[in-house]
């Protein structure tokens, strides 16, 4: 499974992004996938994540209520709708897909796109 991930770039505070993860392989539609961030320094924070058929969306507390994610498993590619975007936003943010249920762990997903930078400016 290859990951590949676009969408993101620099807006101001309140503004919005729709992040995009295409991927290659076969079975996308069973596996979970998830959206992680990180900021240089510091640990990959976990943002969301959709199990196979958008069936099931988990959060992090930090997004809730202005992130959504979704998934288009015609066309391979998960989405993550990203509204009143703010600046502790920045981060680069990565693509993942797992075989397991939703984890909020990255330890728990096999397979990572390359990362898209999102800066939110104040």
């Known amino acids: 499974v290859q990951l590949q991930a676009s969408g993101g770039g620099l807006v101001q505070a309140g503004d919005s992004l729709r992040l995009s993860c295409a991927a290659s392989g076969r079975l996308f539609s069973s596996w979970t996938m998830g959206w992680f961030r990180q900021v240089q320094g510091k640990e990959r924070e976990f943002v969301a994540a959709i199990r196979w058929r958008g069936a099931s969306t988990s959060f992090s507390d930090s997004v809730k209520g202005r992130f959504t994610i979704s998934r288009d498993d015609a066309k391979n590619t998960v989405y993550l709708q990203m509204n009143s975007l703010k600046p502790e936003d920045t981060a680069v943010y990565y693509c993942?897909?797992?075989?397991?249920?939703?984890?909020?762990?990255?330890?728990?997903?096999?397979?990572w796109g390359q990362g898209t930078q999102v800066t939110v400016s104040s």
């Open positions: 993942a897909a797992a075989s397991t249920w939703i984890s909020t762990m990255p330890g728990e997903y096999v397979y």
